[in-house]
């Protein structure tokens, strides 16, 4: 069975610009979360989504927005990017939604904004 | 706001031989989830090990065991007959209050040495 996976690897874009990153549950997977990781804050929670549904959000400010399709393939979208949104965006899926499910890792968009 | 306090930055250990990642958690909740999670040079997220709080036996997989010291709100993950594949980054995560986010740590660099 495929792992989860993230598309692009890599993205360069330069302040004010917008970016979308893309990401593939696990075959099955119901639920879907996003991630932000630099070195100076460590892992932070985006959102969550389940059955198309948002479920849970962290706090990140409005620019930051996701969503998930019927087939429980997510996208995130930052627009009017800042140099401080230069981050890995790990993405998540589990077979349900709830606490304690174990979360199955892609292996992350690397977001460099110049 | 709950925490996760990983007090060792990094680490170092011989092939073969067995060493101890520390975790401190804060959390009000009754029920939750600990977890730890490994972070190779690839960049995936990798589970490593999972333990529910209302139960009292540690979990253990394979090599990899911890010690869970509930009215302490400690949770250490012990690594035995360490192998040159367990270098990376280890990050200990709870689970929130709205059970749908994980808290993690700063994380901790292990390093395998032959």
């Known amino acids: 069975k495929a792992g989860v996976t993230q598309t692009p690897r890599y993205l360069i874009k330069t302040r004010g610009q917008q970016v979308t990153l893309s990401c593939s549950p696990i075959s099955g997977h119901r639920s879907v979360s996003w991630y932000q990781q630099t070195p100076g804050q460590g892992l932070q929670f985006l959102f969550e989504y389940f059955s198309e549904t948002q479920r849970n959000k962290g706090n990140f400010p409005g620019r930051f927005s996701g969503r998930q399709f019927s087939n429980s393939r997510s996208e995130m979208n930052v627009s009017t990017l800042e140099l401080g949104d230069s981050a890995l965006y790990l993405c998540a899926s589990s077979l349900e939604q709830g606490s304690g499910e174990k979360l199955f890792f892609g292996s992350g968009t690397q977001l460099s904004v110049l | 706001a709950q925490t996760v306090t990983q007090s060792q930055p990094e680490m170092s250990v011989q092939e073969a031989e067995t060493v101890t990642l520390s975790c401190t958690y804060d959390?009000?909740?009754?029920?939750?989830?600990l977890f730890w999670y490994k972070q190779p040079p690839s960049r995936q997220m990798i589970l490593v090990i999972r333990q529910e709080a209302y139960k009292q036996q540690n979990a253990t997989e394979n090599r990899f065991s911890v010690n869970f010291q509930k009215a302490a709100k400690s949770f250490s993950l012990k690594i035995s007959d360490s192998q040159l594949g367990d270098t990376a980054m280890y990050f200990c995560?709870?689970?929130?209050?709205?059970?749908?986010?994980?808290?993690f740590g700063k994380g901790t660099s292990l390093l395998v040495t032959p």
């Open positions: 959390t009000s909740e009754n029920n939750y989830y």
């Open positions: 995560a709870s689970t929130s209050n709205s059970g749908y986010a994980l808290n």
